[in-house]
């Protein structure tokens, strides 16, 4: 006897709130104050998801399946933080990161540190495309640069995240900035080219707050010169330098701008790093091999160079990837439930005008980027749910791959339970709710999309049907 499959019931707008509700009073309150590990409240907000998919009337295994498909859409960039933390350990074995921070001590003036950092995780990033690589990597060595120039760790993870992620957004070669017009429909360089509408002002708006920072007390008087010199003085004596300690980081660069593969071009690297330590660092085979996996351990004899130092690894990286898996297992039910489709079109119905469509697809963006901590599905799931609302109301589709981009890639690393957010924590030694306020960019963007759709300023017609032709 063959039995029917159980019917399922669409979720209430009550019921669809109440998994939102729980993840903001479980993190806001016992990660935020109480200071409880994510991972568990993450679980219990998934449970409360759980129970009321199990009451719609969804299987156990419909629910499993359904946070297996979120955790597969998240593996690339799972796989990326993991290889990123072999790149870091054995670029400071290799002595890469060590010689960055030595001649960034060296070269950059305390007042434009902020300005200086923000500027060319900018540029590195457009070039390779990769926000998490510029952190691992550069964002290491600045935030190294930081300590010794005792400039605020907050602000300078800020600049640095944010620099990251203009780059992340703009780049051609990012995957965000490749699926945002593939959601929205449109053409990739039409879509990088109305991005700077927004982009543009909130970049520069952040560079005029690290200008005025970088002038204030905290850059430009507290600084301790026997400090730096006693951080450059320990990496000096402890590490070898050679012109041919760069070649980790050209190999990277030159993979991103030949469109290599990410993965086998950060793995080539880190081999190259590993190397170079043999060679130049008297470092033995064990030691180095032991940096891409647990990550390296300094021994200067400075407590504050080695605290500075001891970092990477890809084991230190699965406290990310732990915290990814909580997530998705969130993500996945409410998507699995219909949950999210109920919030998303209530605020489609909302959105009558130009500037209210464009309003809901910013609240849709956020709270998906809230609710699951993924970029990629807080591109894709307003996507591709608004892409027919802006072609029925006659806006071209750029319009909307700028402004989830706006308002879910660069919005991602804010968000404490994310993996962008995690690895950019962890990564850099700052938390998350404390650089956010300085990673400028990241919250402004869609203040100027939201102002552009109510005046109707940068918004574009649509001009033609198929809009992934260039020139839409």
């Known amino acids: 006897m063959i039995m ?10 009550i019921q669809s709130l109440t998994p939102l509700i729980a993840i903001a009073l479980f993190l806001g309150i016992g990660y935020g104050f109480l200071r409880l590990n994510a991972e568990i409240l993450l679980l219990a907000a998934a449970a409360v998801a759980g129970f009321i998919a199990l009451n719609l009337g969804y ?4 629910i499993e399946d359904g946070i297996l498909e979120s955790m597969m859409k998240g593996m690339p960039a799972m796989l990326i933080v993991i290889v990123v933390g072999a790149l870091i350990g054995s670029w400071i074995a290799a002595g890469t990161i060590p010689l960055l921070i030595y001649y960034g001590l060296k070269l950059i003036s305390p007042q434009y540190f902020l300005v200086t950092a923000s500027l060319v995780c900018s540029i590195v990033s457009v070039v390779t495309g990769t926000s998490y690589g510029t952190v691992g990597t550069l964002g290491v060595a600045f935030i190294g640069i930081a300590h010794g120039l005792n400039i605020p760790l907050d602000q300078a993870a800020g600049a640095i ?21 593939i959601a929205a429909q449109s053409n990739l360089f039409d879509h990088i080219r109305h991005m700077l509408w927004t982009t543009a002002p909130a970049w520069i708006l952040g560079m005029i707050v690290y200008f005025i920072l970088g002038l204030s007390s905290h850059g430009a008087v507290n600084i301790s010169m026997e400090k730096t010199e ?10 070898t330098f050679h012109w041919l300690l760069l070649l980790p980081a050209l190999i990277t660069l030159y993979g991103a701008v030949r469109k290599k593969p990410v993965i086998p071009a950060m793995l080539l690297s880190a081999l190259v790093a590993v190397l170079l330590a043999l060679i130049f660092q008297n470092t033995n085979l064990k030691a180095a091999v032991a940096s891409t996996v647990t990550g390296f351990e300094a021994h200067t004899g400075n407590a504050m160079v080695d605290k500075l130092l001891t970092r990477g690894g890809m084991v230190n990286m699965m406290h990310v990837t732990l915290i990814a898996f909580c997530a998705f297992a969130f993500g996945g039910i409410v998507q699995k439930a219909g949950m999210l489709n109920v919030l998303l079109e209530r605020l489609l119905r909302f959105a009558n005008t130009t500037g209210k469509l464009i309003a809901s697809a910013v609240a849709a963006s956020i709270a998906t ?22 072609k029925k109301n006659n806006l071209a589709a750029k319009n909307l791959s700028r402004t989830v981009e706006d308002s879910g890639t660069v919005v ?23 650089y956010a306020k300085w990673a400028v960019m990241c919250y402004t963007g869609f203040i100027f999309a939201l102002i552009y759709g109510f005046t109707g300023f940068a918004i574009a017609p649509k001009i033609r049907e198929d809009e992934t032709i260039p020139g839409s």
């Open 59 to 62: 299987t156990y295994k419909e």
């Open 369 to 390: 980027a809230m609710m699951t901590g993924s970029s990629f599905l807080s591109i894709l799931i307003p996507g591709e749910l608004f892409a027919p609302a802006f």
């Open 161 to 181: 995240v944010a620099g990251a992620y203009f780059g992340d957004k703009l780049s051609p070669f990012s995957d965000t900035t490749n699926l945002a017009p």
């Open 412 to 434: 991602v690393p804010l968000v404490p339970w994310s993996i962008a957010g995690v690895f950019m924590a962890g990564t850099l030694g700052v938390e998350t709710l404390a």
């Open 230 to 239: 006693l951080i450059m003085n320990t990496i000096k004596t402890n590490f």
């Open 4 to 13: 029917a499959a159980k019917t399922k019931k669409t979720p209430t707008l």
